[in-house]
């Protein structure tokens, strides 16, 4: 019913750039943060980028500087340039967003945390 869409991720070599957008589906009409996660297997899932309510944005430390998150608050889309890719890098990002109100007939409602499918992202070194 409502729901976090991904694109992007795939192979790139050490150094190289890479994008990744999420767009919420059609049936969102607020968002109040809106970012990225990653996970490693075995690890846990780290904040990679996230663009709150009041304008911040915030990113996870070992990102700071290669990597940009951009939102378009009309289209419920964030996009995630990554630039000089490390293979510590590798994982599967996850596109999130909280507090997301969305209207299903003639009812509205709120999710609390949306998380999307996940996406894979591999470096090679």
């Known amino acids: 019913q409502v729901h976090l869409v991904e694109s992007g991720g795939g192979l790139m070599q050490a150094g190289g750039s890479l994008g990744l957008s999420c767009h919420g589906s059609?049936?969102?009409?607020?968002?109040?943060?809106m970012g990225w996660y990653r996970q490693v297997p075995g690890n846990q899932r780290e904040l990679v980028a996230m663009?709150?309510?009041?304008?911040?944005?915030d990113y996870g430390g070992s990102v700071k500087g290669r990597f940009t998150l951009s939102r378009d608050t009309a289209k419920n889309t964030v996009y995630l340039q990554m630039s000089n890719l490390t293979p510590e890098d590798t994982a599967v990002y996850y596109c999130?967003?909280?507090?997301?109100?969305?209207?299903?007939?003639?009812?509205?409602?709120?999710?609390?945390?949306?998380w999307g499918q996940g996406t894979q992202v591999t470096v090679a070194s």
């Open positions: 999130y967003a909280n507090s997301v109100r969305y209207k299903n007939g003639f009812f509205y409602f709120t999710e609390a945390e949306l």
């Open positions: 059609d049936n969102i009409y607020d968002i109040n943060d």
């Open positions: 663009s709150t309510l009041g304008g911040r944005l």
